[in-house]
Structures are given as structure tokens and as C-alpha cells.
């Protein structure tokens, strides 16, 4: 069974611009979330979508943003970067009934300059 | 304000001995916990949960101790290998009302030497 696929693995902006990261979590899995790894902060909760409505939200401003579609793939979008913006950004996906756990996936490195 | 501590930041073991990780948590509507464990450039990976309702949950050479009153969990290693070098994070989750979000400590960095 594959795992949670995240790409692209890196990228390399320069402020200003926007990004776009994408998920397809774990067949049959149906919560998708998405966290920021950076060294001072560690690992941050950004918001969780389920059957394409966003259920949770983190502490991030509304430059952050997200969208599942209907075969639970996610795309998460940072408008306007700005240099704290770079981390690793990153996916997990749950099962139904089974939601407490999360399986993450390598995740994406996005570098602003 | 840092809801999930690990205040160790590394830990050094000699092979076979048992690791001993910690963690504290200042949360008490946190009603599940999780580890996990990561190595450089992956994913971090699911090792092992538990309810608040359970004090252990063991699996294999795994332990996850929990002790609600002093807001303390801890995770045993026996016997270590050098291939559980990695930096393992713990984590608190508040599932009521199908908040399913992970709270996580800033991990710890195991080194089992052999």
C-alpha cells in the first residue's frame, strides 16, 4: 500500500511569489492535515480537511490556505512568501474511525529567498 | 506556551540497554498521546499511542508509559539498536469534537551506540 505522496519534495521561491504543495494521502484515508516543521518552532498544526471541508485551523494568517478534493488528495497555498515561511511543510493522512493516528509523509522543503 | 515538553534534546545508549524518552504535557484536556519517530529527510513515522484512559500500551520491543497525574508519558526502548537512532517526538491530542489535532514536543535525538 503506498504511502502518503508529497510533491514536490523541494522548492525554492523568492518573496512575494506564491506556492502551491501537493498531497495524496494513503487510499482509503479521508483526513488530510497539514503541519510546519521549522527549527525554532518545531512541529505546528496548520488546519485538517475532511471530505473537502476544512474541519480545524491552526494559529496561521489567512496567507495560508488549503482545499481537498473529492478523492481526498489536498493542496495546501501560501500567498505573498515571506523569508519565515521557510520549513518543511507537512502531510498527514488518517482513516476513518481510526483518526487519533496520523501517517505523515516526507514532506515538502520550501526555501524563500 | 509550549503545551508538550521534552526537555532532553538528546540522549545517548549503548546497544542492547534499554532508552528511557520523556515527555510532559501541561494540557489536561489532551485525551490521547502519540510518538513518533523520525529520521533526516523523511516523514515522521507512527510508533506507538495511548488513551488517557490506559497507564501502558506495549508493543514489541516498545512501552509507553502514562501517568495522568503528574502530566508525564514516557517511552521505553528494549532493547536498543543501532537503527533506533533518530530523533522521536511525542505528542497530545484533544479529540473531542473531532479535533483530531497533534500537539508536538520539539523532540528528542536518541543515539544508540553500538
Known amino acids: 500500500k503506498a504511502g502518503v505522496t508529497q510533491t514536490p519534495r523541494y522548492l525554492i521561491k523568492t518573496r512575494g511569489q506564491q506556492v502551491t504543495l501537493s498531497c495524496s494521502p494513503i487510499?482509503?484515508?479521508?483526513?488530510v492535515s497539514w503541519y510546519q516543521q521549522t527549527p525554532g518552532q518545531g512541529l505546528q498544526f496548520l488546519f485538517e480537511y475532511f471530505s473537502e471541508t476544512q474541519r480545524n485551523k491552526g494559529n496561521f494568517p489567512g496567507r495560508f490556505s488549503g482545499r481537498q478534493f473529492s478523492n481526498s488528495r489536498s493542496e495546501m497555498n501560501v500567498s505573498t512568501l515571506e523569508l519565515g515561511d521557510s520549513a518543511l511543510y507537512l502531510c498527514?493522512?488518517?482513516?476513518?474511525?481510526?483518526?487519533?493516528?496520523?501517517?505523515f509523509g516526507a514532506g515538502t522543503r520550501l526555501s524563500v529567498l | 506556551d509550549q503545551q508538550v515538553k521534552q526537555n532532553s534534546p538528546s540522549l545517548s545508549v549503548q546497544e542492547g540497554r534499554i532508552s528511557i524518552l520523556n515527555c510532559d504535557y501541561t494540557?489536561?484536556?489532551?485525551?490521547?498521546f502519540l510518538w513518533y519517530k523520525k529520521y533526516p529527510a523523511e516523514g515522521p513515522t507512527f510508533l506507538i499511542s495511548?488513551?488517557?484512559?490506559?497507564d501502558k500500551n506495549e508493543d514489541g520491543r516498545f512501552t509507553v508509559f502514562l501517568n495522568k497525574s503528574a502530566k508525564h508519558l514516557s517511552l521505553h526502548i528494549v532493547p536498543s539498536q543501532p537503527g533506533d537512532s533518530a530523533v522521536y517526538f511525542c505528542a497530545g491530542q484533544n479529540s473531542g469534537g473531532s479535533n483530531y489535532k497533534l500537539t508536538f514536543g520539539k523532540g528528542t535525538l536518541l543515539t544508540v551506540n553500538p
Open positions: 494540557n489536561s484536556m489532551f485525551d490521547y
Open positions: 495511548i488513551s488517557s484512559i490506559k
Open positions: 487510499s482509503g484515508h479521508r483526513s
Open positions: 498527514a493522512s488518517s482513516l476513518p474511525g481510526s483518526e487519533n493516528i496520523q501517517y
